[in-house]
């Protein structure tokens, strides 16, 4: 279901608040950071994953214990790789000093018109 217009607006107000306020914060609940789950290192881990369990069952067969603890190595370390996030560094998304200011004193004035509202709403209840 899409935002109408006037939802799409308040979301981004909110978004730009919420930059103005506590940047880090921010920048780590961006959905387009560069530090994401990514098809290929899961394909990779998976498959690293699947040659340790064989290198593990072919320890098992042969009962020779140091291939069996090799395997397990191997198969934890698959899992690791296809768990972890990639550590690509990129340029953070965002603006410069002017828009944070001038979203900052925009911001402002919408708190206080959403603040203005609940209280309309409190009042009109009985």
Avoid: C
Avoid at 2 to 22: I, N
């Amino acid at each position: 279901m899409a935002l109408s217009e006037h939802e799409q607006r308040l979301l981004d107000q909110l978004e730009q608040q919420l930059h103005a306020d506590d940047p880090k914060f921010a920048h780590s609940m961006a959905s387009s950071t560069p530090r994401s789950m990514s098809t290929r290192r899961i394909v990779l881990g998976s498959l690293v994953t699947v040659a340790g369990l064989a290198v593990l069952l072919l320890g098992i067969t042969n009962q020779f214990i140091p291939v069996g603890v090799v395997g397990f190595l191997i198969m934890g370390a698959g899992v690791y790789y296809a768990t972890t996030k990639s550590k690509l560094s990129g340029s953070a998304p965002g603006g410069g000093k002017d828009t944070k200011t001038a979203s900052a004193s925009r911001g402002n004035g919408f708190l206080s018109s959403l603040e203005e509202k609940w209280d309309e709403r409190k009042r009109d209840q009985p």
